[in-house]
């Protein structure tokens, strides 16, 4: 079958997501071309990834790291620039078709706007964009006739799913979460949990910030904002389950009662290849699912009372407006004096509880809203943390 080459700006492409992706494009010479590729520190990998894919342009938003990666590119016919603004610049080049959001959190929402109103698909991993500003994201997309392909594995099951049923109506949805490196636990066991420990998540290998969030179940909260949006659902619709061994993807529930859902081995790559080569199915030599070795596929409900966190996502899907961005911010924020040793495991949740209960509540915002209540909940984060 005749399958044109695809032409891709990766935002993102030195992080977990970004060189998984590359990973695909590589063993898909055919199908795939390499227009944009961006990073933030990495500048080696970035020069690496350059020299091998070729792009037209590259970005690097640090700009610490411009000459360097300017220099090493020197020879080569790429534009280089080096700063954040042009991330929002590069994904509306003409010689784009499909912009893969793999950045990681707020920094992803202007780009991927931009690249929207420049009539780019979006292969959206980047999930903080829609947790942000899912309605402004989707409305958008709508208006310029452009798709957003899921790339995170439980949207990406659903959206699967889905191929097919565009008219039967979705009775609920049913997300499957792994349950992280703390399942079983209890608020005293987390008191003094490390950050390495935290970082060990059983199953997926991914970024510092998205490992976190597993164990703190965050992930999980962001991931019902994320599918509400993308599937146009009422928050009762979404409810989540937790799988430890995450074979099942997650799953459709219609309204004559049948489930639908999606299996396989924890890969990311799977879900890449799928948003990225979407609507083909193409070959892959990924490993195979195999019963025989999973006899026992096991479900247990989440424990709201320990990981307080799913708890606050749901609280803010269910005030609306501007709370999800508030969500987000204290979140990241949280996460980031995790990481830097500032805060303990479970501070993180009363940073957010805090700022959900003093951020100003915005009924029906704006883009300018979002980045003021983002920017105004980052300051009132910190300001906790130094009390
Ligand atoms: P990583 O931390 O591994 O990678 C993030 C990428 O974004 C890197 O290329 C990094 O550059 C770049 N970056 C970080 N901050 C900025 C910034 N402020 N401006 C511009 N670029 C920046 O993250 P992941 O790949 O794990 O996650 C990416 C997104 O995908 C997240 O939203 C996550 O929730 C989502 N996702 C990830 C999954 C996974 O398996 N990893 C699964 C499902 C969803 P550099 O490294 O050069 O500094
Ligand atoms: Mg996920």
Not at 98 to 104: D, P, Y
Not at 161 to 168: A, D
Not at 279 to 296: C, E, G, L, T, V
Request: proline share 5%; aromatic share 8%.
């Amino acid at each position: 079958m005749n399958f044109p080459h695809k032409r891709l700006a990766i935002l993102g492409s030195t992080g977990s997501i970004g060189t998984q992706a590359l990973d695909v494009i590589a063993a898909n010479p055919d199908k795939f071309l390499v227009e944009v590729l961006t990073a933030r520190h990495n500048a080696d990998l970035l020069i690496a990834q350059s020299r091998r894919f070729r792009p037209r342009q590259v970005v690097v938003t640090n700009p610490e790291n411009f000459d360097r990666v300017k220099s090493a590119l020197q020879d080569l016919d790429i534009q280089v620039f080096g700063s954040e603004a042009a991330l929002a610049e590069v994904v509306q080049s003409d010689a784009i078709d499909l912009v893969l959001t793999a950045v990681v959190g707020y920094c992803g929402l202007l780009p991927t706007i931009k690249a929207i109103e420049a009539g780019k698909d979006i292969a959206l991993a980047n999930k903080e964009t829609l947790v942000v500003a899912g309605e402004l994201i989707m409305n958008l997309a709508q208006k310029h006739q452009v798709k957003i392909i899921p790339v995170d594995s439980e949207h990406s099951a659903i959206f699967q799913c889905l191929v097919g049923e565009e008219k039967n109506p979705i009775e609920k949805i049913i997300l499957t979460a792994s349950g992280g490196p703390f399942r079983g636990k209890q608020l005293a066991d987390l008191q003094q949990v490390s950050k390495e420990q935290a970082l060990k998540h059983p199953n997926w290998s991914m970024g510092a910030k998205i490992t976190i969030d597993s164990a703190s179940l965050m992930n999980k909260g962001l991931e019902v904002i994320e599918a509400k949006w993308l599937f146009g659902l009422r928050a009762e619709q979404v409810e989540v389950i937790v799988h430890p061994q995450s074979i099942i993807h997650s799953l459709v529930q219609f309204e004559d009662g049948s489930m639908k859902a999606q299996m396989g081995l924890p890969d990311m790559k799977l879900p890449i290849q799928y948003a990225i080569a979407y609507p083909q199915r193409i070959h892959s030599d990924f490993p195979r699912f195999d019963f025989m070795k999973y006899p026992n596929l096991t479900f247990e409900k989440p424990d709201l009372q320990t990981f307080r966190n799913l708890g606050l996502a749901f609280e803010a899907l269910a005030r609306g407006g501007n709370m999800p961005c508030v969500l987000n911010a204290a979140n990241e924020i949280a996460v980031d004096y995790f990481l830097h040793d500032k805060v303990k495991f479970l501070q993180m949740s009363d940073i957010i509880a805090n700022c959900l209960a003093k951020m100003p509540y915005i009924a029906n915002p704006n883009y300018e809203d979002y980045v003021q209540t983002d920017e105004e909940t980052r300051v009132l984060a910190k300001s906790m943390v130094y009390q």
